[in-house]
Structures are given as structure tokens and as C-alpha cells.
């Protein structure tokens, strides 16, 4: 299949060249983008791409390609929306979007949003484990805490290139629109302690409310949610399960860290199903499902399949046999409706300004 890449950055680098340069038996990467051509060559080159644009709209007027990979930063609901009309299918990167307005304008197509955790060995087994033993009305509570180093110390074994070739003001019209787009979502009032969260609730937080919705469903209120430490350094966050029981979400930025560690405990009537992550970017590192159940028997399964190849693999199958992935428009809008829910959550305890759509 006939791809191109919208975002040449981390993510691309460290995580979808070599993948997609390993299943050259499902992809050919025919048209790479990024605002910096530095970066769009770097990644042409490696991936043997001759088509390298600056600009989405030239990329998806040339054409060449069937499918579009969209992996650059912020919200990603204009690219989605010229790929999905030029009549390309789509697999997003999470978050598709900041607003709730920008997916209702997505026009019907093929897209698939990329939670590759969703795709995780350990949580499919995890999965069919829940399924036996009731599925969400057997769970008590599910328990995450994210220990999250920061962003370059988990990328220093990846050489990235990097960009100092986009021009200063673009970035600057780049940024305020988002800016705007966040006002649209929690208000122009909005302070910024309530928008660093939702930045975090969106860009972080939300692979574990994608876990959520794949073992118990979308939380559909928020009880509590705090923040403390420098620079929103610790959340809180808690409440009701759809079915059964109660979630809390602890997620702490360490800067000085040794490594990041995401552990999601779910624990049922009989015992306990708990995941341990090691850090994204670190290609066939595998989760660690841990099986705790009745007599305090511990079992420890593994599997190196990497997730992110796994979520690759969907969506080929996806685009050519019409299997339906794990997250579609409907899932990632739940996303967002959650993000905006512990924004509102936030502000009303302290008394901050809330508008738009998180009202």
C-alpha cells in the first residue's frame, strides 16, 4: 500500500521509520511532509521517498499515494479533514483533534486513530482475561500511575534530527491558532493551569482513558481531579466506572526520572490483572501483564510484538479487507469529551472560568 507521511519528527524518527522500513511488505512510503525540509528529507532519504513536501495541501494535491499517516504535532483535525476529502484513507496519530467542532467537520472516510496501547499483546491478553471472568461488572477499580520522565531523556538513544529551518512567524501563526483552538474548547477565559491540563489530558493522560475504554468503557463523569508540583508536575484523577466500581488516574512529570513506568491495575472480585509499560519508543519492549488470582498465585506474561507494529498491521487490514480498527471517530471524540470533562471538573473546584465546549 501507497503511503505518505504528514510530521517527520520524534515520533516518526525513533518509531515509524524503522518500522515502516521493516514492513516494506505491507507499505511503500512514497510522499513525506513536515514543515521542515531538513526533516522531510532526512526521513525521505531513509525511507526512500522522492516526493518531500513542506505543505499538506501540495502533498495531497500531487497525490501518488492511497493512504495518509498523519504523525505531526497538535491538533491534527485540518489534515484530517483535506485527507479524508481528498478521498485518501487516514490513520491519526492520537489526539485526532482539540475540539469537538473540528471532528463533527471530519466528512465521512476511512479513519483510523493510532492508540497503539490499544494493540498492546499484554492488553489484548488482558482483554480476553476480563472477558472470562465477566468483563466490567466483575471490576472493582482500575488504578493507573504514569511516572513520566521527560521527553528528551526518553528519546536520547534515537539521534534525532533535528529542524532549525521554519521560519519563526510561521510557528507563531502555527501556535496562536492552536491557541485559539484550545480557547474553543475550555473558553477564552480559560486560565492556564485549566489549559495545561487538558494539554496534558490529551496528549498524554488519554492512552490510559483509551485503556479504559477498551476494559470497561468511557468514564462518563469526573469526581475529582487535582493538580500539584511545578509546571503541573502531578494529576489526579477519579471517578465512577460505566459499569461497576471506580478509576483513578495518578499521572507524576519527573523530569530527572530513570525511565518511564505506566502501571494499570485492575482488580476484580477474584483478583488481579495488572500492566506494567516501559517506555513507548523503546521498539519490542514488552509489557508485562501480571495475573494475580486466588491462593496469591502471581503469573508473569510476556510477548515482544511490538504495538505500534501491530497498529500498523491493523490498519493495512483496515484500509484492504475492511477490518475495523480499535478506535474510530466515535472512540476518539469520547476522548476528547473526557478531556473537556476533567477540565470542567478542575476549574469548578477552584473556582476558575470554564466556557466553550467543555461548559
Same mark, same amino acid.
Given at each position: 500500500?501507497?503511503i505518505?507521511?504528514?510530521g ?7 518509531v515509524y521509520?524503522?518500522l515502516l ?5 505491507l507499505f511503500?512510503v512514497?510522499a ?5 525540509? *531538513?526533516l522531510?528529507?532526512a ?5 526512500? !521517498?522522492t @516526493? ?7 502533498m495531497?494535491?500531487?497525490g501518488g499515494f492511497?493512504?495518509?499517516v498523519v504523525?505531526n ?5 485540518e489534515?484530517v479533514?483535506r485527507? #479524508?476529502e481528498g478521498g485518501? +484513507?487516514v490513520?491519526?496519530e492520537?489526539p485526532?483533534?482539540l *475540539?469537538?467542532?473540528?471532528v !463533527?467537520?471530519?466528512?465521512?472516510g476511512?479513519?483510523?486513530?493510532g492508540y497503539?496501547k490499544?494493540?498492546?499483546p499484554a492488553?489484548?491478553r488482558?482483554e480476553?482475561l476480563?472477558a472470562?471472568?465477566?468483563?466490567? $461488572?466483575?471490576?472493582?477499580s482500575?488504578?493507573v500511575t504514569?511516572?513520566?520522565?521527560s521527553? +528528551?531523556?526518553?528519546l536520547?538513544f534515537?539521534?534525532? =534530527? ?5 521560519d519563526?512567524?510561521?510557528?507563531a501563526?502555527l501556535?496562536a491558532a492552536?491557541?485559539?483552538?484550545v480557547?474553543r474548547?475550555l ?6 493551569s485549566?489549559? !495545561?491540563?487538558y ?5 498524554s493522560?488519554c492512552h490510559?482513558l483509551?485503556?479504559l475504554?477498551? %476494559?470497561?468503557?468511557s468514564?462518563?463523569?469526573i469526581s475529582y481531579?487535582?493538580t500539584w508540583g ?7 484523577i477519579?471517578?465512577?466506572l460505566?459499569?461497576?466500581g471506580? %478509576?483513578?488516574?495518578?499521572?507524576h512529570?519527573l523530569?530527572?526520572?530513570p ?7 485492575i482488580?476484580?472480585?477474584?483478583? *488481579?490483572?495488572e500492566?506494567?509499560f516501559p517506555a513507548?519508543?523503546?521498539?519490542n519492549a514488552p509489557t508485562?501483564?501480571t495475573?494475580? @488470582?486466588g491462593?496469591? @498465585? ?7 510484538t511490538? +504495538? %505500534?507494529?501491530?497498529q #500498523? ?6 484500509v ?6 480499535l478506535t474510530?471517530?466515535? $472512540?476518539a471524540?469520547e476522548?476528547i469529551? *473526557?478531556? =473537556?470533562?476533567i477540565a470542567?471538573?478542575?476549574?469548578v473546584q ?5 466556557g466553550?465546549e467543555s !461548559?
Open positions: 500500500m501507497r505518505a507521511l504528514v517527520c519528527g520524534a515520533v516518526t524518527q525513533a521509520v524503522p522500513s521493516r514492513r516494506r511488505d511503500e512514497v513525506v511532509c513536515d514543515l521542515s525540509r *531538513t522531510a528529507d526521513v525521505g532519504d531513509r525511507l526512500g !521517498a @516526493s518531500r513536501h513542506t505543505s499538506v495541501e501540495d495531497l494535491a500531487e492511497e493512504a495518509v504523525l504535532s497538535g491538533s491534527h483535525g489534515t479533514r485527507a #479524508l485518501y +484513507a490513520l491519526c492520537k485526532l483533534a *475540539t469537538r467542532a473540528e !463533527a467537520a471530519l466528512p465521512e476511512r479513519l483510523m486513530v497503539m490499544q494493540y498492546d492488553v489484548r488482558a480476553e476480563l472470562e471472568l465477566g468483563g466490567p $461488572g466483575a471490576i472493582r482500575v488504578d504514569v511516572l513520566h520522565p521527553g +528528551a531523556s526518553q536520547a534515537a539521534n534525532l =534530527q533535528q529542524a532549525h529551518d521554519v519563526a512567524d510561521l510557528l501563526s501556535r492552536e491557541t485559539e483552538l480557547s474548547a473558553g477564552e477565559s480559560a486560565p492556564e485549566v489549559r !495545561a491540563l494539554g496534558v489530558s490529551l496528549g493522560i490510559d483509551s485503556l475504554r477498551r %476494559f470497561t468503557g468514564p462518563r463523569e481531579v487535582e511545578e509546571q503541573l508536575g502531578s494529576v489526579e477519579s471517578g465512577p460505566p459499569v461497576r471506580r %478509576f483513578s488516574v495518578r499521572w512529570y523530569e530527572d526520572y525511565a518511564y513506568r505506566e502501571t494499570v491495575a482488580h476484580h472480585d477474584k483478583g *488481579t490483572l500492566l506494567v513507548p519508543y523503546l521498539m508485562t501483564l495475573v494475580v @488470582s491462593g496469591e @498465585s502471581r503469573t508473569e506474561w510476556r510477548d515482544v511490538e +504495538a %505500534f507494529e501491530v #500498523l498491521a491493523a490498519f493495512h487490514a483496515y484492504n479487507e475492511g477490518k475495523q480498527p474510530d471517530v466515535a $472512540g471524540l476522548d469529551v *473526557t478531556a =473537556q470533562r470542567a471538573r478542575y476549574a477552584h473556582d476558575l472560568p470554564i466553550g !461548559a
